[in-house]
């Protein structure tokens, strides 16, 4: 996700005269790294948070730019329905 709103803020720096690299860098970026250091810290707790906040941020974003039908959720099911991911006992 890091890459990817980097190639954004890269690529597209405006989009209708908005500073799109500055929007991510003040809104993307900082729930961003709490994320990383959540996943460093395998932090759980810290993790839903940080990911609630940063789904919060993007679609805060997308508002901002004049997108508010580009929103984004936290997922509902698994992307991979077959498989069982639990640690064995």
């Given at each position: 996700m890091t890459?990817?709103?980097d190639d954004?803020?890269?690529?597209v720096p405006k989009h209708d005269n908005l500073p799109i690299s500055e929007m991510i860098a003040s809104t993307v970026k900082p729930p961003m790294e709490a994320l990383d250091a959540a996943i460093k810290a395998k932090d759980s707790a810290a993790y839903t948070k940080a990911y609630a906040d940063l789904t919060a941020s993007c679609n805060a974003c997308h508002q901002s730019a004049g997108n508010p039908k580009i929103v984004i959720q936290v997922p509902t099911v698994s992307s991979f329905p077959d498989q069982d991911f639990r640690p064995r006992k």
């Open positions: 890459e990817t709103s954004i803020a890269e690529l």
